[in-house]
């Protein structure tokens, strides 16, 4: 019986790095309303919800609820232009290589960010079709570090979580993943992602035979 059966990956800082975008697409919005904000603030919404973010940069500032939603519609519609840009050059070493591996083992792949622009960022880097299932900010209510997209995402490749490994750049989605009862692999520094069971500083350093060696070594 098979240890592992699929793998499910986040979008940003994993396989692309749309953190500019976001960052500049923030920042454009905050500096409009007067509200500070800078990179150190926006490393704190990897991970996280549209929604999740705005309450962060907001801090102690309380808005109308229509003022909300015309703050998280302004920044989306500023990301939106950003990524227009965006094209399979701007993959990350190693991505497209993985998920080629990957299918060729005849791993189900899936997709599960917090972000509802995935499907349409997925589309331009040019590698829809690796995935047999696609989560996103649309698949589920409660988002990262809950492990509902999660949980969505495996079922939608008929796969039991425990035969799942989860691969995240940030701190929520690891937690996520574990309250879900998956393997996780952290990208990115120890200091963000050292509650994984696997950590590598880019998908590029993933030797799939030596990652199951070292599954098979935990699980004894």
Not at 186 to 192: A, D, F, K, L, S
Request: aromatic letters at 8%.
């Amino acid at each position: 019986m098979k240890l592992l059966e699929a793998f499910i990956f986040d979008l940003d800082g994993v396989l692309t790095d749309t953190a500019e975008y976001h960052f500049q697409a923030w920042k454009r919005m905050a500096d409009e309303e007067g509200i500070p904000f800078n990179r150190q603030d926006n490393e704190q919404l990897r991970g996280v919800s549209r929604r999740a973010s705005l309450e962060l940069i907001l801090k102690d500032t309380t808005f109308p609820e229509a003022k909300i939603q015309e703050l998280m519609e302004r920044k989306n519609n500023y990301y939106r232009e950003l990524i227009t840009q965006i094209t399979k050059n701007d993959l990350l070493p190693g991505a497209v290589e993985l998920l080629k591996e990957l299918k060729s083992r005849s791993f189900k792949l899936a997709l599960a960010s917090a972000s509802k622009n995935a499907p349409l960022v997925v589309k331009k880097l040019s590698i829809i079709s690796f995935f047999d299932a696609l989560a996103d900010g649309h698949s589920v209510s409660k988002t990262k570090p809950a492990p509902d997209l999660f949980l969505y995402a495996a079922k939608q490749l008929n796969k039991p979580p425990a035969k799942c490994i989860v691969v995240e750049d940030a701190e929520a989605g690891i937690e996520a993943a574990k309250t879900a009862n998956m393997w996780t692999i952290g990208i990115g520094p120890r200091t963000r992602v050292g509650a994984a069971d696997f950590i590598y500083q880019s998908v590029a350093e993933i030797e799939v035979d030596k990652l199951l060696q070292r599954m098979s070594q935990q699980s004894q």
